[in-house]
């Protein structure tokens, strides 16, 4: 069988070096690469190398070290490793917001996450007018969560997924679920944005949604497209 090439790696050069970087890959996913030697600046080329098999590990997990910017080095591959950067921008890592520390996301970021997990005693903040999106299968927030005005967490998993709070409420702005194998939920979700549900089933049988109207906003639902359901009840005030 033909295996396609990864996008933007076929006949790169790549100077004369050592080693080369290879971005954009998917975690837990066979890949196959070979080599070929150029002579100088003209066109001709030796053969291939042998073809060589790796399969990439799957997804990290950072854990929080300290306070501060998401997008600074308070993260660590270990509960209690070195400082180091997280990657947020992929959806290959996962995150966890340990007990004690308040991470806070920039206002008008995007964040992509695989898992997110915020434990008893720390705090996940979304920034004003940014997105949280986790493509993973499981959101659990014992901790709290702030979510500022015009932020959206949503669940793009390709797999069945589940948002989990025992915690107390969890208070959003606005939710979006997009996953095509559904998402339920044990929950107590206020919404004070809007609810999306532009894939799959959300199961909310086991948890209580409400979408929330004050002074400043109304929570809506929005529109259900055709192959969406809504499982449970929902509270809507007005």
Known sequence: NTVPY??????????????????????????????RFAVGDSCA?????????VTTTGAPTYYSRGSGALRDAIWSIAHNGPHCYGSWDD???????????????????????NDVRVDTGGTLGLGAVSGFYMIGNTATFTGTVIAHDQSSFAMYGSSASHLQSAG????????????????????????????DVGAGDFNTTSGN???ISTAASTGRLGQLLAGTSYTGNLTVQR
Not at 8 to 19: D, F, T
């Open 45 to 53: 080329t030796s053969g291939y190398s042998n073809i060589v098999h």
């Open 6 to 35: 990864l996008p933007g790696y076929q006949n790169v050069p790549v100077g004369n070096v050592n080693s080369y970087e290879v971005t954009g890959l998917n975690s837990i996913t066979d890949y196959y690469y070979r080599v």
């Open 91 to 113: 959806g290959n890592s996962s995150m966890v917001v340990q007990y004690g520390h308040t991470v806070t996301e920039a206002d008008s970021d995007f964040v992509v996450v």
């Open 168 to 195: 107390g409420p969890l208070n959003l702005y606005s939710l979006d679920i997009e996953t095509p194998d559904g998402t339920t939920t044990d929950a107590t979700i206020n919404i004070r944005g809007t609810l």
């Open 209 to 211: 949604v409400t979408l």
